[in-house]
């Protein structure tokens, strides 16, 4: 015959049960420590900020003007595109500065089809840190060959040039 | 079970309960480090700025005069270094809402968006 004592040490083996397989479940899963830096939120503004700042420069300020970018680049004037590009994206809104820093490429297609690229702007000696660098772009259209430029360039004609930021937090 | 007092059930029942809940907030805090991590990956993975800069280069090349070699140029530096493949042509001019307009055919596929685009550049 059935009866109904014991119910307590069943319920309390049950309760066990749940606690064990919890337990089990949470120590498993925290043997990877996910720090912010794995879910790529700093990375994804980063690229917004440094896309948002080539865009700036490459905005000119009346009609038919070339733009910022345009004439750093038309100039080789690594100094200038360095200063611009790093004061506008270090800029906090509680008046101190970011500790952001750059380097700088130019892709251009030489006179054999092949794709090059040289140095428009040195890196400095930073440390990225924990997070990682990021990648921004864009096009620039020239009417010649910017000084800087190495000579398999080809001859002078107009042409469209990939100027390329990398961009970190130090 | 001789002897056994089964008095207070009911406290030892809201015991196991909250002690359930706990261990579930407890797994709410542990899953909150992914908050935005599939934002973040979404928004990095879509090349919103690559296309709006495309769109920007080729209607500098539409107002320069459509050279050839600016548009081998930009086809070839997007599959070079921006893994895209591109492609875009520029039709005769038509008369939209009574101005004359280029039609720019844009294409744009770096294998996990696909941007084709038709417009109409002044």
């Known amino acids: 015959m059935v009866n109904d004592s014991g119910q307590l040490y069943t319920m309390e083996g049950i309760a066990a049960g749940l606690v064990m397989l919890l337990t089990a479940y949470l120590i498993l899963s925290t043997t990877s420590i996910y720090t912010p830096g794995d879910t790529h939120i700093p990375d994804m503004q980063l690229e917004q900020l440094g896309s948002d700042v080539l865009a700036m420069m490459d905005t000119p300020d009346t009609d038919g003007t070339k733009s910022d970018l345009e004439i750093f680049v038309t100039d080789d ?12 994206c270090n800029m906090l809104t509680d008046g101190t500065d970011d500790d952001l820093h750059m380097s700088a490429n130019v892709t251009y297609r030489g006179e054999g089809d092949q794709i090059e690229e040289y140095l428009l702007v040195e890196p400095d000696e930073t440390w990225t840190g924990r997070e990682s660098a990021v990648r921004v772009t864009r096009w620039v259209q020239l009417n010649g060959n910017p000084p800087g430029i190495p000579s398999d360039i080809g001859a002078s004609r107009p042409r469209a040039v990939l100027v390329e930021v990398l961009l970190w937090r130090a | 079970m001789a002897c056994m007092n089964e008095d207070g059930q009911w406290i030892v029942l809201m015991g196991l309960l909250v002690a359930v809940g706990l261990f579930f907030l ?3 805090i542990n899953q909150s480090a992914l908050v935005g991590q599939t934002t973040a990956e ?7 700025n690559d296309i709006r800069d ?7 090349y539409v107002d320069e005069g459509c050279l050839e070699a600016v548009q081998k140029d930009i086809i070839a530096i997007s599959l070079e270094r921006k893994n895209a493949v591109v492609h875009f042509s520029v039709g005769q001019r038509v008369p939209i809402s009574g101005q004359q307009a280029y039609p720019v055919e844009i294409h744009y596929n770096n294998g996990v968006t696909v941007y084709d685009e038709t417009v109409y550049h002044y």
């Open chain 2, 26 to 28: 407890a797994l709410i």
């Open chain 2, 54 to 60: 495309l769109r920007e280069a080729v209607f500098d």
């Open chain 1, 77 to 88: 004037n690594s100094t200038g595109f360095e200063d611009m590009f790093l004061d506008y």
């Open chain 2, 42 to 48: 979404g928004v990095l993975e879509f090349p919103k």
